[in-house]
């Protein structure tokens, strides 16, 4: 594993915070255009899968533009957005020891990517979602859950379109029903090969949903991180991967 230190906050107690606001309409308008995309391929029988893989795509392209640049801003949409659940959605429940996870960031940190780390142990770069674009040229931003100040009304539209904005997801549990909601959002998974949800990709027969790593330690995740990362350069073959986790 490569030794360049990974930038990481230092343990800190979370203290639950009080909801200081809610969110504004105009805040929810950010991400328009990626959302309604996402909300006309729900009617699948209507649409073809090429047509549809068409529009998720565009979608996620448009919704990466809002998280990691502010309105107008120049942003490189072809790098990878990886999302990492450290924590539950929730930030409730641990799922990757903290020890190990510094240890994975720093090889994480020579590549060429964006990574969001869902957290509920450390303290938060952000005090609500809304503040992403704000962080766009940080290689590692640290999402709290437990403390977002923007109030509960906002938390399922935001956390949306997160998720529609991501490319990968690193997760380190097999929580069905995460695993259900990413790949509604076409995002390809990097998991457990245990998981009954998730076929490793295979570029030869090009079949496939996920990139699964055989045991849970540092060098079979980082390797299969990496082989995911490889073919996010070939955008035939990526989408291919997104058309069978929409199937």
């Known amino acids: 594993?490569?030794?360049?230190?990974?930038?990481?906050?230092?343990?800190?107690?979370?203290?639950?915070?009080?909801?200081?606001?809610?969110?504004?309409?105009?805040?929810?308008?950010?991400?328009?255009?990626?959302?309604?995309?996402?909300?006309?391929?729900?009617?699948?029988?209507?649409?073809?899968?090429?047509?549809?893989?068409?529009?998720?795509?565009?979608?996620?392209?448009?919704?990466?533009?809002?998280?990691?640049?502010?309105?107008?801003?120049?942003i490189d949409t072809?790098?990878?957005?990886?999302?990492?659940?450290?924590?539950?959605?929730?930030?409730?429940?641990?799922?990757?020891?903290?020890?190990?996870?510094?240890?994975?960031?720093?090889?994480?940190?020579?590549?060429?990517?964006?990574?969001?780390?869902?957290?509920?142990?450390?303290?938060?770069?952000?005090?609500?979602?809304g503040e992403l674009p704000e962080h766009a040229e940080n290689h590692i931003i640290w999402y709290n859950p437990k403390q977002d100040n923007s109030g509960h009304g906002r938390e399922e539209k935001e956390i949306d379109r997160l998720l529609l904005a991501c490319d990968m997801a690193l997760v380190f549990d097999r929580q069905h029903d995460l695993l259900k909601l990413l790949m509604k959002y076409g995002i390809v998974i990097i998991g457990e090969e245990t998981s009954p949800f998730l076929e490793n990709y295979h570029p030869n027969t090009e079949s496939g949903n996920a990139f699964t790593y055989p045991r849970r330690d540092l060098w079979s995740i980082f390797a299969t991180l990496v082989r995911a990362l490889e073919t996010y350069k070939f955008p035939y073959d990526w989408q291919n991967i997104v058309r069978q986790i929409l199937k």
């Open 78 to 129: 072809k790098t990878p957005l990886l999302i990492m659940f450290a924590s539950d959605l929730n930030g409730e429940k641990t799922h990757f020891p903290e020890e190990s996870l510094y240890k994975l960031l720093e090889g994480l940190l020579i590549l060429n990517l964006k990574i969001i780390i869902i957290s509920g142990n450390q303290r938060s770069d952000l005090n609500n979602l």
């Open 1 to 74: 594993m490569p030794s360049q230190k990974a930038k990481a906050h230092s343990p800190k107690k979370v203290v639950k915070k009080v909801v200081v606001k809610k969110i504004k309409k105009t805040e929810l308008e950010a991400f328009s255009k990626g959302q309604d995309a996402f909300d006309m391929m729900e009617d699948q029988e209507v649409m073809s899968s090429q047509r549809m893989l068409k529009m998720m795509m565009d979608g996620k392209k448009e919704a990466k533009k809002e998280v990691l640049g502010k309105m107008g801003g120049a």
